[in-house]
């Protein structure tokens, strides 16, 4: 095990609170102990060539009964939760934005951006009433500055939807299959959400074992 708990963690940039925490053949993983996430250090990142031959792999089909399933785990809370006519931004979209076609079948207006296949950063510079990621953030190489984009894009009132596999404590972390993907550099515990959103002033609650809504008050 490589001894670089000397780095600050990247998402609450506490100093002294980063641990050894796995390794695989592949890579190690870093915890941090002041807000409970893990992560792999920078020299594990793929390059963003590498990183869009793997998303390019991905068949997210919207009209894929299968696919729309997985995606209603928030889009149907988010739904729920929504006042008519409200406006909102599908972030990490993906080449189809399938996440965002739920939510328009549902009346809601929704823009989209992918820094590899929309990325129109002039969608960027505006709020919306619900921001919505989808298996996005678990691939955030900076996750201090882009957590910080996420909540700046949210109106007062408004929501942010993430989707992505929590880590579970009991959880052998090394045997687990969502950190086989290289480009999984980032993984949160249900702590680590608590802690960012009392950091950001937001009510947070959990939907099943991948789904958090933060609401902005």
């Not at 780095?7 to 050894?20: A, E, I, K, N, T």
């Not at 002041?34 to 998303?55: G, I, M, S």
């Not at 207006?109 to 996005?136: H, T």
């Not at 086989?180 to 249900?190: E, K, L, M, P």
Request: hydrophobic letters at 40%; a negative charge; glycine letters at 6%.
């Amino acid at each position: 095990m490589s001894t670089q708990h000397h780095l600050s963690c990247p998402l609450c940039v506490c100093r002294d609170s980063v641990v050894p925490f796995a390794r695989d053949a592949i890579r190690e993983y870093l915890i941090c102990a002041n807000c409970d996430l893990v992560f792999v250090p920078p020299q594990y990142h793929p390059a963003a060539d590498v990183e869009k031959r793997r998303y390019d792999m991905h068949h997210n089909d919207p009209k894929d009964a299968g696919y729309r399933r997985f995606l209603s785990q928030m889009a149907d809370p988010l739904k729920a939760r929504l006042p008519a006519g409200a406006e909102g931004l599908d972030f990490g979209s993906g080449p189809t934005g399938a996440l965002a076609l739920l939510l328009e079948e549902a009346g809601f207006r929704m823009n989209r951006y992918d820094p590899f296949y929309a990325p129109d950063a002039a969608i960027l510079d505006r709020e919306y009433d619900i921001v919505a990621c989808s298996e996005v953030v678990e691939h955030f190489h900076q996750p201090a500055r882009e957590w910080e984009l996420l909540f700046r894009l949210v109106k007062p009132g408004g929501w942010l939807g993430i989707m992505t596999l929590l880590r579970e404590h009991e959880t052998d972390f090394t045997t687990w299959w969502y950190c086989r993907d290289i480009t999984h550099v980032c993984f949160y515990s249900r702590r680590t959400f608590e802690w960012t959103a009392l950091r950001y002033g937001l009510a947070v609650e959990f939907i099943g074992a991948s789904v958090a809504l933060l609401s902005r008050q």
